[in-house]
């Protein structure tokens, strides 16, 4: 009996460990759901590599056959969609635009949580609500108020009309992560720091900061999520060709054109293996980031 | 002590980047927009003071189809509560257990999650495509459907808004799953060895320990894909268009009046959607705090 019993406890909570049955249900589930996300983008691949007649009829799922010399290139290269020429441009836009959105909000939160974890004060409990509660406030509020102001200011279609909006959204998510990390750092230092004589600013800078280096990528992570895909407020405010985002230009390329489905597919492709390329260099550290917002926050 | 005299400076100083952003571009076009929205406002010309008619229009007229909306995207977040979440939360559980191939598996299942919702939705509208899609043959070849093609997108149709909300409900799955998988992760080792030592299976576990303990992050969870499907917009804008009725959305409404030039009509939505999401912010904050 005691034996038994100490065999049921040694039992381990890890699947790597259970019995068989269960864990071959469990890789088969997760093989399945896999293949539901890879497949998708499987087929975007190849379709950008095949004519109309192969994507309609003669084969639908697969990759064409005949590589590298009888696969269709030239939904790549084709002058009239003028892929990569223009798909670039769009790139170059929305790294300026998020990078810049993210830095600011970065900043800006960053100095926000100083106050809202280091000092002590009355309206701090307010203000942190406050911040909170803008997490479920919608881009959707702001479109035509912004569109109006940016309009009277004569700044529509630039690229500052879309950073601070989007700093702005990424601000509430940004303070909530950047005060979970703050707490993290020990007073003590702060105290430590006061005593050999440093001002407020001085402890933000020489200590609270280079302390939040880790804070750095999970916000970054979250606000990237954010601004990345933005497409309400860039679609209003913005309508010249080389200011546009990726989402927009995409959307227009594709939209506006009479085009062969094979280029619809290079189009999409175009836009999504750089992104696909660097989560797969980074995917831990992504992965890793966006974890540590989900505690902290 | 001569720190806290000159504490109000700094506290100035250090809160007022944010202050200004979220006033500026948060707090000021809430005001704003709810200004506009009591105004007949057909851009370019002048507004006209109307009361609520814009709302009274939004809600009844056919043009511009808000309730509809309004029970769409109920829809959307009942089948994302019903659906989307409990995919995700076995995802988390499984993975969470530590199983063969668990990083390879997180980070498949999280890449839909980074890929642009534009390419989404362009990939799935070839995908639903009756000539060249693959959903249509897929679904004949598992018996599922007949010989006769599926019009998924077909404009106005009655699968138009369930063909849209598959795609919304998919691509999300990931981004839940490692909020939650975060989640199964902070709990305690101590809890769960405790438990198994009182006898309790894995599942038990995962039952009445981990899943109680994750309460933080399912309530992150469920407001965000809540307001999430309130305020959707991107996927439907690029498979029903903005002009849908049969799968309008609040966002295809509001965009749809601003692009007509109805700036106050367009404002009226951005309020309803507003109060939407507060209320079911609220609402969700309410249900978790009395499980406490």
Redesign the interface.
Same mark, same amino acid.
């Given at each position: 009996m005691a034996k038994d019993n100490m065999k049921f406890n040694s039992r381990d909570y890890s699947l790597k460990k259970s019995s068989p049955v269960g864990r071959v249900i469990c890789t088969i589930l997760l093989i399945f759901w896999s293949l539901v996300n890879l497949y998708p983008l499987f087929w975007m691949v190849t379709l950008s590599l095949k004519d109309n007649l192969q994507i309609n009829v003669t084969n639908k799922f697969g990759l064409p056959k005949g590589w590298p010399s009888q696969w269709h290139w030239e939904n790549y290269t084709h002058s009239e969609l003028g892929l990569l020429t223009r798909v670039p441009v769009f790139f170059k836009n929305s790294i300026i635009i998020t990078v810049l959105a993210i830095g600011i909000a970065l900043v800006a939160a960053m100095m926000a949580s100083y106050t809202l974890t280091r000092f002590q004060w009355k309206a701090s409990g307010a203000f942190n609500k406050m911040f909170l509660l803008g997490i479920t406030v919608p881009v959707q509020v702001s479109l035509v108020p912004l569109l109006v102001t940016t309009s009277q200011l004569g700044l529509t279609g630039t690229r500052i009309s879309l950073i601070i909006p989007y700093a702005a959204f990424s601000l509430s998510m940004a303070i909530l992560i950047s005060n979970g990390f703050m707490d993290n750092i020990p007073k003590e230092l702060d105290e430590a720091a006061y005593i050999d004589g440093c001002s407020r600013y001085g402890v933000f800078f020489r200590i609270i900061l280079p302390l939040m280096k880790p804070a750095v990528s999970t916000i970054g992570i979250y606000s990237f999520l954010q601004c990345w895909n933005e497409l309400i407020i860039a679609t209003t405010l913005v309508t010249k060709e080389e200011m546009k985002t990726l989402p927009i230009g995409i959307r227009n390329l594709v939209g506006t054109n009479k085009i062969d489905y094979g280029m619809i597919g290079a189009a999409i492709t175009v836009a999504t293996i750089p992104m696909v390329i660097v989560y797969v260099l980074m995917s831990k550290r992504i992965q890793e980031s966006f974890i540590a917002g989900a505690v902290k926050g | 002590m001569n720190?806290k005299s *000159?504490?109000?400076g @700094?506290?100035i100083v250090?809160?007022l980047? !944010? +202050?200004l =952003?979220?006033v500026?571009?948060?707090v000021?076009?809430?005001i704003? @927009?709810t200004y506009?929205s009591v105004f007949d406002w057909r851009f370019p010309f002048d507004k006209v003071y109307c009361g609520f008619k814009n709302y009274k229009t939004l809600f009844t007229s056919d043009w511009y189809p808000l309730w509809g909306s309004i029970k769409n995207v109920f829809v959307l977040a009942a089948l994302s509560l019903l659906i989307q979440l409990p995919?995700s939360l076995?995802?988390a559980l499984? =993975?969470g257990?530590?199983? #063969?191939?668990e990083?390879?598996? =997180?980070? +498949?299942?999280?890449? %839909?999650? /980074?890929?642009?919702?534009?390419?989404i939705g362009?990939?799935?509208r070839?995908?639903y495509?009756a000539?060249?899609g693959?959903i249509n %043959?897929i679904l004949r070849s598992l018996g599922i459907i007949g010989e006769e093609n599926i019009q998924w997108l077909e404009a106005n149709g009655d699968k138009l808004l369930m063909a849209c909300i598959i795609p919304m409900l998919?691509q999300y799955?990931?981004y839940h799953m490692?909020?939650m998988? !975060?989640?199964v992760? *902070?709990v305690a080792p101590e809890l769960?060895?405790a438990a198994?030592?009182d006898?309790a299976t %894995?599942w038990q576990?995962d039952r009445f320990v981990v899943i109680p303990s994750m309460k933080q +992050?399912l309530k992150?969870s469920v407001?965000f894909s809540v307001?999430g499907s309130?305020?959707s917009?991107?996927l439907v804008?690029?498979l029903a268009g903005d002009r849908t009725s049969a799968a309008a959305v609040?966002?295809t409404v /509001?965009?749809n009046t #601003?692009s007509i030039g109805l700036?106050g009509m367009? *404002?009226a &939505? !951005? +309020?309803v959607?507003?109060i939407l &999401?507060?209320v079911? !912010?609220v609402l969700i904050n309410a249900l978790f705090r009395e499980r406490d």
């Open positions: - | 720190r *000159s504490d109000t @700094s506290i250090f809160l980047p !944010a +202050v =952003l979220f500026g571009i948060l000021a076009p809430i704003i @927009s506009y995919l076995g995802l499984m =993975l257990r530590g199983i #063969k191939g990083r390879f598996f =997180l980070s +498949v299942n999280f890449l %839909p999650v /980074l890929i642009s919702t534009v390419v362009l990939l799935w070839r995908m495509d000539e060249g693959i %043959p998919w799955v990931g490692l909020l998988y !975060a989640g992760k *902070s769960r060895e198994m030592i006898g %894995p576990v +992050v992150v407001i307001t309130l305020k917009y991107d804008s690029i609040p966002s /509001l965009m #601003k700036y367009s *404002s &939505c !951005a +309020v959607i507003i &999401c507060f079911a !912010a």
